[in-house]
């Protein structure tokens, strides 16, 4: 089991900057992905990053390159998505995920933290 923990979200003015953390634990997590995830009302949930803990791979979708960064503290077992020159469009619930490397699916999931941004 991984038990995962999001923190950081709230209000933001539009162009501004906010960082979400995500706390893991429960298992040895080096052979994990960490992923973030946004569910914005009446959409469905799209995939935002992800990072392996070991190694420098890390993925982002086309809305967020650019503007967000994804990164992990190894020694903390957190997970980061720094947030820059964010949109209205960016209002979600951010969700942090974790899989296994070998699986496709994402097995393990946070409460969600609400990112607001008004413009």
């Known amino acids: 089991q991984v038990q995962l923990v999001e923190s950081g979200g709230g209000m933001v003015q539009a162009g501004g900057s906010l960082r979400l953390s995500c706390a893991a634990s429960?298992?040895?997590?080096?052979?994990?992905?960490m992923g973030w995830f946004r569910q914005a009302p009446g959409k469905e949930r799209e995939f935002v990053a992800e990072i392996r803990w070991s190694g420098v791979y890390s993925y982002y979708a086309d809305s967020v390159k650019g503007r967000f960064t994804i990164s992990r503290d190894n020694a903390k077992n957190t997970v980061y998505l720094q947030m820059n020159a964010v949109t209205p469009e960016d209002t979600a619930v951010y969700y942090c995920?974790?899989?296994?490397?070998?699986?496709?699916?994402?097995?393990?999931w946070g409460q969600g933290t609400q990112v607001t941004v008004s413009a």
């Open positions: 995920a974790a899989r296994s490397v070998s699986n496709i699916k994402y097995d393990y």
């Open positions: 429960g298992r040895t997590l080096s052979s994990y992905v």
